[in-house]
Structure formats: C-alpha cells, structure tokens
C-alpha cells in the first residue's frame, strides 16, 4: 500500500502541472483583461501599456508562467491585481468557509441520500419507492441557484424573514455561523442526494439479490441486520466513487451559493476575480481546487480496502 500512495502522490505533480498550465492559457483568452478592468472600474492610470507594464503583463506568457510557477514552489501564490493583497493570506482567511460550507453539504447530501436509497430498494415497486424515485430527479432538476434565491426571496416577502446575510466565523459565534451556513449547506446538500439516492437504490437492488445476503438472512440475522450490516456495506463502494466525483461539483455549488448567500469563501473570491480578470487569484483558486478534488479521489481509493478487504493495492 504505501508504494501505490507513493506513486499516487507522484502523479499528483504532472497533474497539478498541467491544470496550471490550462487554467493560465484559458484565463488570458477571455475577453478584456486585468488592466482593462481596473482602468474601466477604479481609473488606476490613463496609460494602459505602462500599467500592463508594471504589473508585468507585457511580458511573454512562458515567462509569466515560469516566474509565476517559481513562486508556487516557495508557498507565494502571487499578489492580487485588484486588491494589491497576498493571494495566499486571503485564501487562508477564506478557506475555512468553504470547507465548512462544502462538508456541511456533503453531510447532509449522505444523510438524505442513503436512508431513501436503501428504502427504496428495500420496499421496490411500492409507493415508498416511487416517492424516492421521483425526489431523487427532483433534486436533480432543481437549479441550486434557483432555489437559493428563492429561499432568500419568498420569506422576506410572505413573512418579512431572510437568512443572516452578515457573515459571523464559527469560533466568534457557533450559533449565529451555523444559522447562515446551514442553509446553503441543505441546498448544496439536495444537489448531491439526488444523484447519490439512485446509485444506492440501484447497487442495493443488486447486492441484495446476491447469495450472501440469502444466507445471511437464513442464518436468522433480523432483517435490519442482513441490510445494514451485510448489504449496505457492499452496496456503499460504488456510491463512495460517485461521492469522491461529487468533489467537483461542491466547488461548483460553493461559487454559486457563496455568492448568493455572501459568504466570504473561496468560491465568491474566484467569481470576483474573474470578473475583473484578476489572474493570480484565478490561478491560486484552481490549484487549491485542482489538489483538493484530486486527494478527495485519493482518500477513496484508499477507503476501498476498509470497505472490501478483497481489494489489493499492488
């Protein structure tokens, strides 16, 4: 096992390599750049070669690239072009958001995905398992924005109540965080059931026609026994790939409901910063992302052996 982690690892180097490399090619291909954001918004200067200049953005992109990949291997992840702030310090401050608002999602996501799944499988063709069908493309269907704004419209209108909109950190006040992130956390959460629920309905449909759940069953083991224990079990790997997947699209959901929300994470920054082109900050943003989504595949492959002893890692 520690061979295969060790070359697993090693990969992650050519890939982060090669996301850096799109990600910088793709942010100078839209339309305006940095300079000409700043000059419309916030008039810096009238000269926008010697701005472009001084910021360094005349220069061949290998070059930029280069100095910009030297100072990723020293932890300098470039100065904002915006805000003139250390892109690193503000992805510290703003980290813990996201990650609290991205597990709290995923939480939620497992805990109404597998108890309707298995339910579902469980009680087949019955009204229980269409209701879960028919939620599960629901949630699917439903545009997390869309129902985000909603969330933050209709009871301002039909009750004179919204969601706390000023963000409190969790260590100043538990409560008052909670009371803002749970929110967008339940909706993000619906977002990844919908696709979760299906897979485990399907996998425990098929693990539980296998012959070691009959024997199970005719060893006398209670029917809760023989699903939690004996057909959950298995059924779960498949649905632990779909969840290490699911990664991508929390940081998808995260810019979204960050913005709509307006929680100071890491999402909202990487919408900000592509309005205004700020390259650094877009840059930074995508590696953090590009490593998390990659150890998150990493840590489920390696969870694969707990669940299935079969399994081997040559």
Do not use: C
């Not at 990844?192 to 897979?199: D, E, Q, T």
């Amino acid at each position: 096992m520690q061979v295969y982690l060790a070359r697993r690892l090693l990969l992650v180097i050519p890939t982060l390599i090669g996301v850096s490399i799109i990600v910088f090619l793709l942010v100078r291909m839209l339309p305006g750049d940095a300079v000409t954001m700043l000059l419309q918004d916030y008039s810096y200067a009238s000269d926008a070669d010697a701005m472009r200049a001084r910021l360094g953005l005349d220069r061949p992109i290998y070059v930029q690239y280069t100095e910009w990949l030297g100072g990723v291997v020293r932890g300098d992840l470039g100065t904002s072009l915006r805000n003139k702030t250390p892109v690193a310090e503000e992805l510290l401050s703003r980290m813990p958001v996201t990650a609290e608002l991205g597990l709290m999602a995923m939480v939620f996501g497992l805990i109404i995905a597998i108890p309707i799944g298995v339910i579902s499988a469980v009680r087949q063709d019955t009204w229980s398992d269409y209701l879960g069908r028919s939620t599960a493309i629901g949630f699917l269907a439903i545009p997390s924005f869309w129902l985000g704004t909603l969330v933050i419209t209709l009871p301002s209108v039909w009750w004179g109540w919204t969601p706390p909109l000023r963000y409190t950190r969790l260590l100043d006040d538990p409560a008052k965080n909670l009371a803002q992130v749970v929110i967008p956390a339940i909706i993000l959460g619906l977002a990844l059931s919908g696709s979760l629920m299906r897979l485990t309905r399907a996998q425990m449909l098929e693990v539980l026609r296998q012959d070691f759940v009959r024997t199970a069953a005719a060893k006398g083991l209670t029917d809760r026994a023989v699903v939690l224990r004996h057909a959950l079990k298995n059924a779960f790997i498949p649905v632990l790939t779909l969840l290490g997947l699911q990664v991508s699209i929390l940081v998808g959901g995260t810019v979204v409901l960050e913005s709509v929300f307006v929680l100071p994470g890491m999402g909202r920054y990487l919408l900000e910063a592509v309005q205004y082109r700020d390259y650094p900050v877009i840059q930074g943003l995508n590696l953090i992302f590009a490593t998390v989504i990659i150890l998150a595949n990493l840590v489920v492959d390696l969870l694969y052996g707990w669940l299935d002893p079969r399994v081997r890692y040559q």
